[in-house]
């Protein structure tokens, strides 16, 4: 069998790089929308103080960690679930279980648990850290895994816990939720036009540089919500390979996550409880986009998940490769 | 003259970090233990629960349960430490699965049984702590497989000494029936 293990801390290392770049990039873009604006306008010979650059550059770094702080928190309530506090159906307890159990078999404390109302199965897990983390099922897919595919699934999203996966996930989340809304507001605000009424003034260095900026500017502002979803889906489709691969590290049974991704996959209606915006976080896409199934360049960097079937042959490799050396051993 | 300098700090520097490495597996894989013994404890303060519930129900099954009763019995006696108290826990524990799982078998052979009461509820708890236990046992036998390569190859094996890093046992299944491989049914529910 593979073993990712060594793979752990380099991913781990990684994710957290990749974390502090994501929140310099999305701290120095605001900043450039704000001070861009500020030149614009100090060219045209307004006010000189960068009144703009500031403000946008103070409400990134807030709008950062508000999002970090309260991102986990948020992309639970935008899915509606709740926390699986006191388990009551047999189905719950189960699953209390099973949770349990694939924490001590990661070595990582418990997290806490949450169901989705939504019959389209499909799970995800958020957090902060090892420490904060929390992993939510729909009861759909509750009501289709039987406890050995559940313990796979679950698997999968403990492995994205321990690599950290979680955090950066998160933050994008969070940040994709932020952009949207700060598009919508500035939207408003610029649909009364400061920059486009600029160009009834005649300002002394007036040409082409003044031109590009506005333009560039302009669009900056048009493609923020794309960029950071661009974002969103660089981050890769190689973490849910690593993620299948750590479940079944961590069950010693990669067969029975081949099958809970085989049931998950028939059930191709979209998960309607969880949002365009937490989409990369879920074990399957819940938008049951037709991109994630085909292969190539284009599919590579537009799709949050690789092709199920890549994934069900990958895991259905490992178990006869245990099957084959356990048949040898004995 | 500088060059040597430079090569002091460098090995300084890696000692440091290859001491360190041994250190953090050698406390993870004590940690790693430790989770055992909470997880076996567990099961101990089940057994008793889980015999009174089906007691009743199973009159014409005492010797199953006797057996049940006596492993665990043995089991909580058990209270050894060391290389060699591992062997011992272990045969007692691996005892007391086996008896743990006869009892499941039998369970499965009366479905009147698990229609009655809560013995499919103790059923499931039964499950998980057998998984429980199992998990917690990979769990130290890779972290324990980890720290024993590390401190046996080159070059980490020199600063071995230094951070008293020792062979660690890992935990062995003895019973023959636990060491097959499981079937595994795609088409079950």
């Known amino acids: ?330 | 003259m500088w060059v040597l300098l430079v090569l002091v700090v460098l090995v300084g520097l890696w000692m440091v970090s290859a001491y360190n490495g041994l250190i953090s597996l050698k406390n993870q894989t004590a940690n790693a233990f430790k989770q055992i013994d909470v997880q076996l404890k567990r099961r101990h303060d089940l057994i008793p629960n889980l015999v009174n519930a089906v007691k009743g129900a199973m009159d014409f099954e005492k010797s199953t349960l006797e057996a049940v009763i006596q492993a665990r019995n043995q089991a909580v006696k058990v209270n050894a430490s060391g290389a060699e108290g591992i062997k011992q826990i272990s045969q007692a524990e691996n005892a007391l699965s086996g008896a743990l799982s006869r009892l499941l078998v039998t369970v499965e052979r009366y479905p009147q049984l698990k229609a009655t009461g809560n013995i499919g509820q103790l059923q499931e708890e039964l499950t998980s702590t057998e998984n429980r236990i199992a998990f917690s046992r990979q769990l130290y036998n890779d972290t324990a497989t980890q720290y024993n390569t590390k401190q046996q190859q080159f070059p980490t094996t020199l600063v071995a000494g230094l951070a008293h890093a020792e062979h660690t046992d890992l935990w062995e299944i003895e019973d023959q029936a636990e060491r097959a491989v499981p079937q595994v049914d795609l088409t079950r529910r």
């Open chain 1, 1 to 330: 069998m593979t073993s990712p293990d060594g793979n752990l801390f380099q991913q781990q290392e990684a994710n957290r790089r990749r974390t502090t770049w994501l929140v310099i990039g999305f701290v120095l873009f605001f900043a450039w929308l704000g001070f861009g604006g500020d030149y614009i306008w100090a060219l045209e010979g307004h006010h000189p103080f960068p009144w703009l650059g500031l403000a946008m550059a103070t409400m990134a770094l807030i709008g950062v960690r508000y999002a970090f702080k309260t991102g986990p928190e948020k992309v639970l309530w935008s899915t509606g679930a709740t926390e699986l506090i006191d388990p009551q159906t047999d189905a719950e307890r189960q699953l209390a279980n099973v949770v349990d159990e694939m924490a001590i078999a990661a070595g990582v404390p418990r997290p806490r648990v949450w169901i989705i109302p939504d019959d389209d199965p499909n799970a995800f897990a958020t957090g902060h850290d090892l420490r904060d983390s929390h992993i939510a099922v729909t009861r759909g897919l509750l009501a289709i895994c039987n406890r050995d595919e559940l313990q796979g699934v679950i698997g999968h999203e403990l492995g994205h816990v321990k690599n950290l996966d979680i955090r950066l996930m998160t933050l994008l989340a969070a940040l994709v939720g932020a952009v949207l809304l700060a598009r919508d507001g500035m939207g408003r605000m610029m649909g009364g036009g400061m920059p486009t009424r600029g160009g009834s003034r005649k300002s002394k260095n007036a040409g082409p540089l003044l031109a590009t900026l506005i333009v560039l500017w302009l669009l900056s502002w048009i493609l923020a919500p794309l960029v950071i979803q661009l974002l969103a889906l660089a981050v890769g489709r190689g973490r849910e390979y690593l993620a299948d691969a750590m479940s079944a590290q961590f069950t010693r049974n990669p067969l029975a996550l081949a099958a809970a991704l085989a049931k998950i996959e028939a059930a191709d209606a979209p998960t309607q409880a969880i949002k365009r915006g937490a989409a990369h976080l879920c074990i399957a896409d819940p938008l049951g986009r037709r991109l994630t199934n085909s292969e190539g360049w284009l599919a590579d960097r537009f799709a949050t998940h690789p092709p199920m079937s890549m994934r069900i042959s990958r895991l259905k490799g490992m178990g006869y490769a245990e099957l084959k050396k356990a048949g040898q051993s004995t």
